[in-house]
Nanobody, 122 residues
Framework: QVQLVESGGGLVQPGGSLRLSCTFP????????MGWYHEAPGKQRKLVAY???????HYADSVKGRFSISRDNAKNMMYLQMNNLNPDDAGIYYC????????????????WGMGTQVTVSS
């Protein structure tokens, strides 16, 4: 079954960086408003960054200035550059097309992928 594929997570020390990647074989991501969602341990999944089909970007206050969302349309990829990571950023990160673009909310258009795990620890 074709589905969203997230990658790039891992273990990083506080203050470190990671770049997450997202793709969906068979769908052209550039046509959609896309988001990255964070599911912290024991908490609900929430939208923390999005990029519209016109490349407007917006971020939750908790990640503003540290995270950057982008696309490579030629590769049909979306990315989340995560800098200055702290323990609150730990959890599973998912990507999806979003139907409402409400930060903190979850309005996915597609079935979820497996996500990618981010661990922030010294």
């Amino acid at each position: 079954q074709v589905q969203l594929v997230e990658s790039g997570g891992g273990l990083v020390q506080p203050g470190g960086s990671l770049r997450l990647s997202c793709t969906f074989p068979g769908r052209t991501l550039s046509r959609y408003n896309m988001g990255w969602y964070h599911e912290a341990p024991g908490k609900q999944r929430k939208l923390v960054a999005y990029i519209t089909h016109t490349d407007f970007t917006h971020y939750a206050d908790s990640v503003k200035g540290r995270f950057s969302i982008s696309r490579d349309n030629a590769k049909n990829m979306m990315y989340l550059q995560m800098n200055n990571l702290n323990p609150d950023d730990a959890g599973i990160y998912y990507c999806n097309a979003d139907g409402l673009l409400k930060l903190g909310g979850v309005f996915p258009l597609w079935d979820w992928g497996m996500g990618t795990q981010v661990t922030v620890s010294s």
